[in-house]
């Protein structure tokens, strides 16, 4: 609340508009404002009806980017503002709240990201195939050698990894004081869905595939390369795999325990960032797969379809009640 500002706004007023360039978040205290998108082929499409106690623009505390929708007051709202350059001093600071903030919204950016895929599953798409073989029972990685004589420096290639761009070497050296590196080859899982998440992992070299299955036909969800995470939701939610993972190509694996992992994201600024930065590259190919969805609809005349498709995709302005 130190860095927050009291706004008001009289009903038709916009607080924001769609497309112009983001600058905070805004929770409302009371009244209620709609969330509206221009579509393609013109008109308005509301997306999403927010009241007391509800936030909308929180994506914008941890990243720059634009409007993704236009927001209305329906009734006078009385709320608070908080710009994203304030937010972010607050993180830099280690503040205890800020970081807790921070956390929050890796939980609304985690749910925005099960739903959305949620949905993409329930449709059909070019990416489904004939199911390969499952996964094993049991713990894919029991037998694997941890910290062994690797082929190549490793260490090395650290410091060029998107995921630590802003860790200074204390930082990198105390997250890898609590991991396991090893290699694995192509077609070696790393877990399958429903498995507990015992560990997350990050991609050194090579590429491993996320694959989600339905039936008998199972479809490629993300290829993460170097540099990414692999089932770190799991993890922090404390939750099984929601998907399997299997090595694409030969690949060198940083694996983070889970309980020790989650102990450093708490604390750390700059994991919970790097951690943001995953989600969101997550959406937005998430959201890639919903467009060709809704363009396919529109194509096959499916008109409610694709309205229901356009408002699960522009809905992401809003986040869940009392995060």
């Given at each position: ?11 038709g ?13 805004f ?22 009806e ?5 936030m ?12 993704s929708?236009s ?5 006078a709202?009385?709320?608070?503002f ?11 600071s280690?503040?205890?709240?800020a970081?807790?903030?921070?956390r ?6 985690a ?22 073989a ?6 894919p ?16 290639f650290?410091?060029?990894l998107?995921?630590?761009e802003?860790f ?20 070696h899982?790393l ?5 507990a998440a ?6 050194v070299?090579?590429?491993v595939?996320i ?6 036909l199972?479809?490629r969800?993300?290829?993460a390369?170097?540099g ?24 060198c ?11 450093q994201?708490?604390?750390n ?12 590259r ?8 919903l ?8 194509l096959?005349s499916?008109?409610?379809e694709?309205?229901?498709?356009e ?8 986040n869940?009640?009392?995060?």
């Amino acid at each position: 609340m130190s860095i927050a500002r009291a706004v008001s706004f009289p009903g038709g007023a916009r607080l924001v508009r769609q497309g112009e360039a983001s600058r905070g978040a805004f929770l409302i205290r009371t009244g209620e404002v709609e969330a509206q998108v221009a579509l393609p082929g013109g008109g308005m499409l509301t997306v999403a009806e927010l009241g007391e106690g509800d936030m909308f623009g929180e994506m914008a505390l941890i990243e720059r980017g634009v409007c993704s929708a236009s927001v209305i007051a329906r009734s006078a709202v009385e709320g608070w503002f908080v710009a994203r350059d304030d937010f972010r001093a607050l993180v830099a600071s280690r503040d205890p709240a800020a970081l807790e903030v921070q956390r929050a919204i890796t939980r609304v950016l985690a749910e925005k990201l099960r739903t959305l895929n949620d949905k993409v599953r329930e449709h059909p798409a070019e990416e489904d195939r004939p199911g390969s073989a499952a996964p094993p029972a049991g713990d894919p990685l029991a037998g694997v050698e941890r910290n062994g004589k690797l082929s190549f420096d490793w260490r090395s290639f650290l410091p060029l990894l998107p995921f630590f761009e802003r860790f200074d070497a204390y930082e990198r050296e105390e997250l890898l004081s609590i991991a396991n590196v090893f290699e694995l080859p192509r077609g070696h899982w790393l877990f399958g869905a429903g498995n507990a998440a015992g560990a997350c992992f990050l991609v050194v070299r090579g590429a491993v595939e996320i694959i989600s299955r339905s039936q008998h036909l199972e479809r490629r969800a993300a290829l993460a390369g170097p540099g990414e995470l692999v089932g770190y939701l799991a993890v922090l939610e404390s939750a099984p795999h929601s998907a399997a993972a299997r090595v694409r190509e030969n690949a060198c694996l940083l694996e983070f325990p889970a309980q020790r992992f989650v102990l450093q994201y708490q604390g750390n600024s700059n994991l919970q960032r790097a951690i943001h930065e995953s989600l969101l590259r997550a959406l937005a190919r998430t959201n890639t797969q919903l467009t060709r969805l809704i363009s396919h609809a529109r194509l096959s005349s499916a008109t409610r379809e694709a309205l229901e498709l356009e408002k699960v995709l522009h809905a992401q302005v809003v986040n869940v009640k009392n995060q």
